[in-house]
Each structure stands twice: as C-alpha cells, then as structure tokens.
C-alpha cells in the first residue's frame, strides 16, 4: 500500500511537501512521493550480512498536526528520507512496508472505550479537528494513518523476529509515547511503541521487553502502560520541567512494576557526554540485570542542538554514541535484536543529521563517517 502526493489533501501541504522532496531528491521527487524509494547509483557503504531495516512508506506524509509552520509537519519525514539519500544508506537498507494495525492489538494498550471515541471522532474529519482527550490536533486522513503507524511498527518488529534484518528504524508519524491507555495527547493518537512491546509478548511470546526512551519529553504514556507490570523495563532520559511534567528520578513503578522504571532527568544544556553518562552509569547495568529479549527504542531527536521544541545540546556525534550503546546492548542480551520508532525532533537540518548518525550506528558503521549531508534551512 502507498499512498500519492494527490491523495494528500491540503493544497497547500501538496506544494510544501512537493518543495522540499524537490530540495531533497530533485528529479527524483515525485517518485519518493509515491512511496518508492528513490534510485540511487551503488552506495559505497557495505552490506551487512544481516542489514538493517528501514520502515518506508509515503501515507506517512498524509497526516496533518495543525497549519503548514506546525512543527509535527511531513516535511519531518522528507528530511530524514532526504538525509538518508544524500548519505547513500538507503541502498543498504531492508525496506519494511507497513501494515494496519488491528483493533485487537490497539487494544493490548488502549482501553475500548478510547479506540472507540478515537475512531468516532476522526473518522469523518474536515479540515483540523482536535481530539476531546487533549491537545492532540488530526486531519481527514489521521486515523488511517495512525492505524498504519501502530501497524508498521508491528511489521518492523515482525521482520526482526523472522532473522530478515537485524536491527530496524521506523520513522513514522503521529509519534506515540505520549499516548496513555485512555488518552491521546502531546502530538500522540496511538502509543505504537508499548504497543509493539505487548505485541512481542503476546505474539511472539517474549517474557522481557526493554524500552528506552531518549526523546526530550518525557514518554508519559509509556511509563503509565508499564508503571504495575514487571514485564516491561521503561528507560528514560529527559527534561523534568518540559511538558508533560512527568518523569521525576522518584516515579519508579509500584507493585510488580516496582524498580522497572528509571528515569533519569538531564538539565537544560545537556550535552552529548551528559546524555553518555546517563546510559553509561543507569541503563546499562539495568539492561543487564533485567535481561530483556528485546529492546525498543523511542527515538526523539528533539534533545538535538537548537530543536525548536527542546533545550538540550545533542549533535548527531551524540545520538550515535548512544544508539551504538543500546545496540552493543541488543547484541549482548538479546541476539541483536532491536527496533527503533520515531518520537520528536522539529528543527529539519538536524532532525535528517540525526537521524543519519542513529542510522549509520544501527548498521554498525565507525564513528569517522558521521558527517553534515543536509541542506540548511
């Protein structure tokens, strides 16, 4: 399934969303707008034996936040498809196509109820319209394409148990981690990542799933899906006074949760050996100790240098200091196996930055090659 730059239905997105896949790929536009990747001479990076994924597909372009200066904008995932093109690694990525998610597995997290009012309220949209659960704006198109994030995230995961690839990246939008079992929120309809970690166990039967979170806002939802279950190992870096105001050192589970969530709030300014440090010092011997059989990444990329909803000082070098932790991590505890979801990151040149160095390190790629490939804004 893709979708058309015709079936996006805003004239106005239609020609942004045109300009910047001409800025990005030139001749090429019009094809990745149609959800094929674009073609490309032979990449001078190797295969892996085993590649990594990459999560691909243009209904992604299709769901709108709010006017064209919103910050959770398509043009977010251009950037990143840009970035990867100019970077030459989409060639060695495995492409995952995405599938809609069931109501049976929306519901591993999410109440009844909210998946009704969800599909109540989004399912005859003109124009914006915000959810009544909170400050979460959809368009006409937003339900298919929430179903299709939650469900391509499944794909992505499903791909990795099959032995396909060994590790994956799914950038897809609306991100989720904001998402509680009964609200939408912060940007988030469905929370796709405790989604996928509750499809591995029922599914693919895994005991123990680890999910760490490094966007600049704290992953309420997340943390509240897991907050009695000791099943699920929720790791957070953030800032504790941005939105939602959550994610204190002293919130940590209760119950059979008890000590499976860590939080680990940075200051404003924190930089690239700050964040380091963290995962140094608290996931890793967490990590350890809990065992998991497979790790989820929420990767925001908002905590990058001069983002325009984050105050954090993380360059490129940084994201892929930390991927190449959690990766070495998967290697070590659970046959490699990890998969990484989109959350935040706003400001476009470093958003594709980023997520390149995530990226390079999920392929294992050296540190040397990190390198500036976008245009700037």
Not at 331 to 354: F, M, N
């Amino acid at each position: 399934m893709t979708c058309t730059l015709l079936n996006i239905r805003s004239r106005a997105q239609k020609l942004i969303c045109l300009t910047f896949a001409l800025l990005f790929f030139g001749e090429q536009a019009i094809t990745v707008l149609q959800g094929k990747p674009p073609h490309l001479p032979k990449s001078t990076s190797p295969v892996p034996v085993r590649p990594t994924g990459l999560l691909y597909d243009s209904i992604y372009l299709k769901h709108l936040s709010g006017n064209t200066g919103h910050p959770e904008r398509p043009e977010r995932l251009l950037a990143i498809w840009g970035g990867l093109e100019k970077a030459g690694l989409f060639r060695t990525l495995y492409r995952i196509r995405p599938r809609r998610v069931s109501q049976e597995e929306l519901e591993l997290v999410h109440s009844p109820a909210y998946v009704a009012l969800v599909r109540q309220e989004l399912s005859n949209v003109s124009g914006l319209r915000q959810l009544s659960t909170g400050d979460t704006m959809a368009s006409a198109d937003s339900l298919e394409v929430a179903e299709f994030a939650a469900g391509g995230l499944l794909s992505a995961v499903d791909t990795v148990m099959a032995g396909k690839v060994k590790n994956a990246f799914a950038p897809i939008r609306p991100p989720g981690h904001h998402a509680t079992p009964t609200r939408g929120m912060g940007f988030c309809i469905f929370n796709n990542v405790a989604i996928a970690a509750r499809y591995l166990q029922k599914v693919h039967g895994l005991q123990r799933v680890l999910i760490v979170d490094w966007d600049y806002h704290h992953g309420n939802g997340t943390q509240d899906t897991f907050y009695e279950d000791g099943s699920v190992f929720y790791f957070s870096t953030h800032h504790y006074g941005a939105y939602p105001q959550t994610g204190s050192a002293a919130q940590t589970g209760v119950g059979k949760g008890a000590g499976k969530i860590l939080n680990v709030p940075l200051p404003v300014g924190a930089s690239d050996a700050q964040i380091l440090e963290a995962f140094n010092n608290y996931l890793i011997p967490a990590a350890h100790n809990f065992k998991p059989d497979f790790i989820l990444i929420s990767a925001g990329f908002d905590p990058m240098r001069k983002d325009l909803l984050g105050q954090f000082d993380i360059t490129p070098e940084g994201f892929a200091a930390i991927t190449r932790v959690v990766v070495k991590l998967a290697d070590e505890l659970c046959q490699g196996r990890l998969v990484s979801v989109l959350e935040g990151g706003y400001r476009l040149d470093g958003l594709a930055d980023s997520a390149v160095a995530h990226v390079q390190a999920l392929r294992g790629d050296l540190p040397s090659i990190y390198t500036k490939i976008t245009p700037r804004f």
